[in-house]
């Protein structure tokens, strides 16, 4: 078996390049960055002011202070990190968040607390992590009717369980 460490070598992909604007309340906090090599996600921190606590059952918009321009034909996606799920309840509302590489707002994140516990969120927390995959837009086109299919109208669970 191939037992070779991980090849630290560059992508196979080009990385596609993400402006990122640090906004004031923000501009002390780290950039975005890949926690290892390997890393599909890079972590993001929550720009507070002040630390906030989610009370059991609440969800918050919490600021990330920063805006991105993302190229064309890319998105970024907003997902949750499992530690804070495994550990504390804590996931994204809204999970994956869409990013449009025309926005130009700050980044929020709607953080939720599924859990019975309070959770408090301090300034500088990894709160979130970013994925950035390419998109292609659809050309919608009106039909009077579909191909036939195998599945047809099956749907929600009409294969089975087992
Ligand atoms: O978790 C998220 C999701 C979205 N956004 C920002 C970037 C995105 O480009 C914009 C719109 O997001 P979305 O399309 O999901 O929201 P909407 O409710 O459809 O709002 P809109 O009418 O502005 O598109 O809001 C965030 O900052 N965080
Ligand atoms: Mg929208």
């Known amino acids: ?9 560059r992508s196979p992909v080009s990385a596609p390049a993400i402006g990122i ?12 960055a890949y926690a290892t090599q390997g890393a599909a996600g890079a972590d993001i ?8 606590t989610l009370a059991p059952g609440t969800r918050a918009l919490v600021p990330t202070g920063l805006s991105f321009e ?26 994956p968040g ?7 707002g700050e980044v929020k994140i709607i953080l939720v607390n599924l859990s019975e516990e309070p959770f408090t969120v301090a300034r500088g927390d990894r709160i979130a992590q970013i ?13 009077q009717s579909l191909a036939v299919s195998d599945r047809g109208e099956g749907g929600f669970g009409s294969t089975g369980t087992g």
């Open 1 to 9: 078996m191939d037992r070779r460490p991980f090849d630290t070598g």
């Open 45 to 52: 921190r929550a720009a507070l002011t002040e630390a906030l």
């Open 21 to 32: 604007c640090r906004l004031p309340h923000g501009a002390d906090l780290p950039l975005p």
């Open 131 to 143: 994925v950035i995959a390419p998109v292609v837009q659809a050309e919608f086109g009106e039909r």
């Open 98 to 104: 869409t990013i449009d590489s025309d926005y130009r």
């Open 70 to 95: 993302i190229p064309a034909g890319y998105e970024v996606q907003v997902r949750p990190r499992s530690g804070l799920a495994a550990k504390h309840g804590v996931t994204i509302l809204n999970t």
